[in-house]
């Protein structure tokens, strides 16, 4: 019943690494979004993407990429990871009618 | 600009009692809004779906109820057991269909 996979519950980078998160969903999703998430922040909107190859920034995108060649896959890319990129990522998908969002289970990222 | 806030941030209540969580909201014109669950360390597991033309939602022993003329949503959880400890955000979906809106969260604890 898995519906938004995201490709690692944790991951550990060093500082200035190419950092690749990946998500996947299998609902035929047009929309998918990348959050990230920090104590008294809450959710903060990174990228989201309409439709193949089509991407729209959120809120914070600086420091951040996104690709998506194909429907099912969204990627979030830190092109040079840093301490302050130390957080939970969250992907999510809802389709075209925008109504009910899902979500991964998240990616715990530290840079050290 | 939306801005949601819920209130109480953290609450805490013996099993059984029944309990409201409240979000509220400053632009009525939202698409709809969804209420998620987040247990530590996970992502969001969405719990009811209220579209704008909608006045509630029940699931199970949860209702969700939408009043967009005083800018309030209130999720009810009938029964409280210890398997509801979680923290539970409320989302609008406003302006421009991808603008997702999250509040900061109502962190719950059911002692047994």
Not at chain 1, 94 to 102: I, K, S, V
Not at chain 2, 28 to 55: C, E, H, M, V
Request: one cysteine or more; charged letters at 20%.
């Amino acid at each position: 019943d898995v519906k938004v996979t995201q490709s690692s519950r944790y991951l550990v980078k060093r500082t200035g690494e190419k950092v690749f998160l990946e998500c996947v969903q299998d609902m035929d999703h047009e929309n998918m979004f990348w959050y990230r998430q920090d104590p008294g922040l809450g959710l903060r909107l990174i990228y989201f993407s309409y439709d193949v190859k089509m991407k729209e920034k959120g809120d914070i995108p600086e420091g951040y990429s996104v690709s998506r060649e194909k429907k099912e896959r969204f990627s979030l890319i830190l092109e040079s990871a840093s301490t302050n990129q130390t957080s939970m990522y969250l992907c999510a998908s809802r389709d075209a009618m925008n109504t009910e969002a899902f979500f991964g289970q998240g990616t715990r990222l530290t840079v050290v | 600009k939306q801005e949601v806030t819920q209130i109480p941030a953290a609450l805490s209540v013996p099993e059984g009692e029944n309990l409201v969580l409240n979000c509220s909201f400053t632009d009525s014109a939202i698409y709809n809004l969804q209420w998620f669950r987040q247990d530590p360390g996970k992502g969001l597991t969405s719990l009811l779906l209220i579209q704008s033309s909608q006045r509630e939602q029940t699931s199970g022993r949860l209702n969700a109820s939408l009043d967009k003329s005083s800018g309030r949503s209130t999720l009810y959880i009938a029964a409280s057991q210890p398997g509801d400890s979680a923290t539970y955000l409320c989302a609008f979906v406003s302006g421009g269909y991808q603008k997702v809106t999250f509040g900061t969260g109502t962190k719950l604890q059911v002692i047994p």
